[in-house]
């Protein structure tokens, strides 16, 4: 009610102010006259509009009411036409709000565990990774670390090592012991299994050699040997692997012994020993990606998209298989 009384003295001054216009009284009272009345009506206008703007709109103040009396008051004649006409439509004739399309959900707390997913991801670490690089909150980035526990070795130790630069201390300490444990605990089963071989049998050395081969594998592939203690460890497993395989071992120790010397740079010993490990009746989809790469290595790109495609499908459609699928198509 109030606004309405408001808009009527608006309404009864800016008329009031145009009247002026019409009269013989000099130039000087005819401009105060009008200033005067073109003011009052653009205040009382301002007062009245700002009442019936929805409540996010008439904040803060004074500057709201003081915005919509400028706008009337320094356009002259036409300027408080112009508010209400600009105004009133939108108050009184809002456009239709359309069917929200996606809904606003807060930030989910990391888990402590990482969450296995049901349906073959798309993506690998990345998404630990991220807030290790750019969670500004150190207890996010501890419960991105204690997220890898659950995680594959191959996947958790970059994540491990990227934390190994964290600015905070509690990160850089729990990446480094949760490597050392990982890096401890393979040594511990290769330094028992080494006091086992003197006493050993010969058939059960070649078994001991055999998970010797492993041990020191898992080493270099899980990336906690670098550079020439990586060479060192890598050929101390070819080694074990070869005496394995002389003492009859056979069967997965051939493709480990095959993944061994491909790392090494040895193809041609690879490839041997991928032939001998088919024939020994391992899985072909096992096979098939390092006899790509070993086709790659050798130049034999043609070989390449054939055993690529012999993979099972679902291989196929996961990571890192799917980019190379469609690469060499």
């Not at 009284?25 to 019936?52: E, F, M, N, T």
């Not at 990482?114 to 500004?136: E, K, M």
């Not at 490990?277 to 054939?306: H, L, M, N, V, W």
Request: proline content about 7%.
């Amino acid at each position: 009610m109030f606004s309405k009384l408001l808009f009527s003295g608006a309404l009864f001054f800016e008329v009031g102010s145009w009247v002026t216009l019409t009269t013989h009284l000099p130039d000087l009272q005819v401009a105060l006259l009008y200033v005067v009345s073109h003011g009052i009506a653009c205040a009382l206008l301002a007062g009245a509009i700002w009442l019936v703007l929805p409540a996010r709109y008439r904040q803060p103040l004074p500057w709201s009411p003081l915005f919509i009396f400028s706008i009337a008051f320094f356009v002259p004649l036409i300027g408080a036409i112009g508010v209400i006409a600009a105004i009133f439509p939108a108050l009184y004739l809002p456009r239709k709000r359309e069917d929200q399309l996606w809904q606003a959900v807060g930030i989910p707390h990391l888990p402590f565990r990482a969450q296995t997913n049901l349906h073959s991801p798309t993506f690998g670490d990345s998404g630990l990774q991220d807030v290790l690089r750019h969670a500004p909150d150190p207890d996010q980035r501890l419960a991105a670390l204690l997220s890898t526990k659950r995680m594959p070795g191959k996947e958790a130790v970059p994540i491990l090592k990227l934390a190994l630069g964290d600015p905070s201390d509690d990160v850089r300490l729990l990446a480094y012991s949760m490597l050392d444990k990982q890096e401890s605990d393979i040594n511990l089963r290769i330094q028992s299994t080494l006091e086992q071989l003197p006493s050993a049998s010969s058939q059960k050395a070649g078994a001991l050699h055999g998970t010797l081969a492993r041990w020191y594998w898992e080493l270099a592939y899980l990336g906690l040997a670098q550079g020439s203690v990586q060479q060192h460890v890598l050929g101390q497993a070819g080694e074990h692997a070869e005496l394995a395989l002389q003492a009859g071992e056979g069967g997965e120790l051939l493709l480990l012994a095959g993944r061994i010397a491909l790392e090494c740079g040895e193809v041609e010993k690879a490839e041997q020993r991928m032939h001998q490990a088919q024939e020994a009746g391992i899985d072909p989809a096992k096979i098939s990606p390092f006899s790509a790469q070993i086709a790659f290595e050798t130049g034999r790109y043609s070989e390449i998209p054939g055993l690529l495609k012999s993979l099972p499908q679902d291989m196929q459609e996961r990571p890192p298989f799917a980019g190379l699928v469609r690469t060499w198509s």
